[in-house]
DNA sequence: CCCCTTATTGAGAATGTTTCTCAATAATAT
DNA sequence: ATATTATTGAGAAACATTCTCAATAAGGGG
């Protein structure tokens, strides 16, 4: 017997499937609860973790103080305002150059790469 | 009269400059205070975040929930690891392929590219 | 079906990070 | 030197996230 599928769970990955917005927890809550009121914040940060940790959700980051999610693991890159945070889709095929900055009507100001895995150090301590 | 030059911001300037080790606030406030134990934390939140406004440091983004930051402003990509959240370099020139991977030693799980700007909306609310 | 076991839950406490407040200090222009 | 005021350090306040724990409910075995 391990994991156990419960209604919140359910609402929680619908939720997030079902958004583009790329919600921090408090903006997903306000989503979760409009389809049962009664699901609380715990179960929102329990949840998301393990969905990370299984790769059914991803960790978005910004400049801001919160983690923002995303229910589409497809893989796609983001474009992030310096200004309100907000996130926005940028699919694999599109290449980022000034023709892409004037269809978005955004102004790119950095691109920034970030290579996640698993270092040597913890390779060698086999904390895998 | 607008900025003043501070000792605060020296030091603090200096030793993000001169560490390789990609610190959050804690890990920079213990180096900062060996050159003066008199210096806060207060001080060095502030003076962070006013160097990141004038790009003079740049924000990295991980999977911990503590802000890193690197005092290396050139164009550069990196390596966190999954595990200990540890930083490292990748040289912008470097391709990241199997060959790469050997050479680090890492185990390279995911590719993450955000690109910072201001969207459109915030361009039309002149939030610049 | 109905137990039994135990994973999961919601509420709130505890911890951790970042920002805010404010009196004291010190950097600059005059 | 002095006056003005940006900056400081300490701690309070505001958030974000994790932890704790009694109560609930999922699902396997009878």
Same mark, same amino acid.
């Given at each position: ?13 619908? #939720? ?9 927890? *408090? ?9 049962? #009121?009664?699901?609380?914040? #715990?179960?929102?940060?329990? *949840? ?29 890159n983001h474009f992030v305002c310096?200004?309100? *945070?907000k996130v926005i889709d940028i699919m694999?095929?599109e290449t980022i150059d000034k023709k892409l900055e004037k269809e978005y009507n955004f102004i790119i ?17 086999? *904390?895998?």
């Amino acid at each position: 017997m391990k994991k156990r599928n419960t209604i919140q769970k359910q609402i929680i990955l619908d #939720s997030i499937k079902n958004t583009k917005s790329h919600p921090d927890v *408090n903006e997903l809550l306000k989503i979760v609860k409009e389809k049962d #009121s009664t699901i609380g914040k #715990s179960s929102i940060y329990r *949840n998301l973790n393990s969905m990370i940790e299984d790769g059914s959700v991803k960790l978005i980051l910004t400049n801001s103080n919160s983690k923002r999610y995303d229910g589409n693991t497809s893989n796609h890159n983001h474009f992030v305002c310096n200004k309100c *945070n907000k996130v926005i889709d940028i699919m694999k095929e599109e290449t980022i150059d000034k023709k892409l900055e004037k269809e978005y009507n955004f102004i790119i100001q950095e691109k920034n790469t970030t290579y996640f895995g698993i270092c040597d150090n913890c390779i060698l301590k086999k *904390n895998i």
